[in-house]
């Protein structure tokens, strides 16, 4: 029995196929049910009644090999109501109900990881943590409320919760408007910037100097009689391109999308958009590089 189907018989609750590789779980004696990653000492989910759909789910990763185990197991269970718990189960469940040091502990550390997410948005050039930060308030509430400890929050978080604050309203009780406003002008250089980079590396490949761009879009080039992608594809089917090509221009001219599965090359096409983009494989390529080939090859 995998890994796989062992997280998914303890979410289904299946009398059988209990054990995996070093992962496998147990009923216990009041209905509930915990599954363990290579021992008693490290419980990673915990069900509490068979018809329950509700799963305690532990945050704490221990190590490499038993941070699969937790994949294989929130894969499973994804589709329950998760109370996410920042101390591995058994902290919680062995006495039948969690310590006070237990719960003291687990408010700790989520005050103390939204504390540190909020100084990261404040420094980030790339990315906002903004949502990081509302996640982790509304899984600390989702405890508060399991464990009926919510009367022990304290500070921004208690504020948050107890109010009911939705994301813009926790990004001002977090920060101030300067840091709101300067957070918003990094990203805005720093897209500024991608965008420079990413307009310097397609000239370079439509100038045959790099041979593949990490880019959502893909771009294209002629070289004699291939047609090169952007990622290191080379199509030599000139006439099979053009039927592709004749199909954008129809939807680009219609405004209707072309949603018929055609084999091109050893790939399917997935379909062409209103708009003329074509979606094939792993490949999104907009109607503009399509148009710029066509009229090099004289189609148009």
Same mark, same amino acid.
């Given at each position: 029995?995998?890994?796989?189907?062992?997280?998914?018989?303890?979410?289904?609750?299946? $009398?059988?196929?209990?054990?995996?590789?070093?992962?496998?779980?147990?009923?216990?004696?009041?209905?509930?049910?915990?599954?363990?990653?290579?021992?008693?000492?490290?419980?990673?989910?915990?069900?509490?009644?068979?018809?329950?759909?509700?799963?305690?789910?532990?945050?704490?990763?221990?190590?490499?090999?038993?941070?699969?185990?937790?994949?294989?197991?929130?894969?499973?269970?994804?589709h329950m109501d998760i109370v996410y718990c920042p101390l591995d189960i058994t902290?919680?469940?062995?006495?039948?109900?969690?310590?006070?040091?237990?719960?003291?502990?687990?408010? +700790?550390?989520? +005050?103390?990881?939204?504390?540190?997410?909020?100084?990261?948005? /404040?420094?980030?050039?790339?990315?906002?943590?903004?949502?990081?930060?509302?996640?982790? /308030?509304?899984?600390?509430?989702?405890?508060?409320?399991?464990?009926?400890?919510?009367?022990?929050?304290?500070?921004?978080?208690?504020?948050?919760?107890?109010?009911?604050?939705?994301?813009?309203?926790?990004?001002?009780?977090?920060?101030?408007?300067?840091?709101?406003?300067?957070?918003?002008?990094? /990203?805005?250089?720093?897209?500024?910037?991608?965008?420079?980079?990413?307009?310097?590396?397609?000239?370079?490949?439509?100038?045959?100097?790099?041979?593949?761009?990490?880019?959502?879009?893909?771009?294209?080039?002629?070289?004699?009689?291939?047609? +090169?992608?952007?990622?290191?594809?080379?199509?030599?089917?000139?006439?099979?391109?053009?039927?592709?090509?004749?199909?954008?221009?129809?939807?680009? $001219?219609?405004?209707?999308?072309?949603?018929?599965?055609?084999?091109?090359? $050893?790939?399917?096409?997935?379909?062409?958009?209103?708009?003329?983009?074509?979606?094939?494989?792993?490949?999104?390529?907009?109607?503009?590089?399509?148009?710029?080939?066509?009229?090099?090859?004289?189609?148009?």
């Open positions: 029995m995998n890994n796989s189907q062992v997280s998914h018989n303890f979410a289904h609750n299946s $009398q059988t196929g209990l054990n995996g590789s070093n992962l496998f779980y147990e009923h216990n004696a009041n209905g509930s049910r915990t599954i363990y990653s290579y021992g008693h000492h490290f419980g990673i989910a915990h069900i509490p009644t068979p018809e329950s759909e509700t799963v305690y789910f532990t945050m704490d990763n221990y190590s490499n090999t038993t941070a699969k185990h937790i994949n294989h197991v929130w894969r499973a269970i994804s902290e919680y469940f062995t006495y039948g109900k969690p310590t006070k040091r237990a719960i003291k502990d687990s408010l +700790e550390w989520f +005050e103390r990881q939204i504390s540190e997410t909020a100084s990261k948005h /404040i420094n980030a050039r790339k990315y906002s943590y903004l949502d990081s930060i509302y996640s982790l /308030i509304k899984k600390l509430e989702t405890f508060a409320n399991a464990f009926k400890c919510k009367h022990l929050l304290t500070g921004k978080a208690r504020k948050a919760i107890y109010n009911g604050y939705n994301r813009e309203q926790v990004q001002s009780l977090y920060f101030n408007p300067y840091q709101i406003e300067a957070h918003k002008q990094r /990203i805005r250089n720093e897209q500024e910037r991608q965008r420079k980079r990413e307009a310097n590396a397609i000239k370079e490949f439509k100038a045959f100097e790099c041979n593949y761009l990490n880019t959502n879009a893909t771009y294209l080039r002629l070289n004699g009689e291939t047609i +090169e992608t952007s990622k290191g594809i080379k199509y030599t089917n000139l006439d099979e391109a053009k039927v592709l090509f004749s199909i954008a221009q129809t939807c680009k $001219q219609m405004g209707k999308p072309f949603e018929k599965h055609l084999r091109v090359m $050893q790939y399917t096409l997935n379909k062409v958009t209103e708009n003329g983009t074509i979606k094939i494989g792993c490949h999104t390529i907009p109607y503009k590089e399509t148009e710029n080939i066509a009229k090099e090859l004289k189609w148009i």
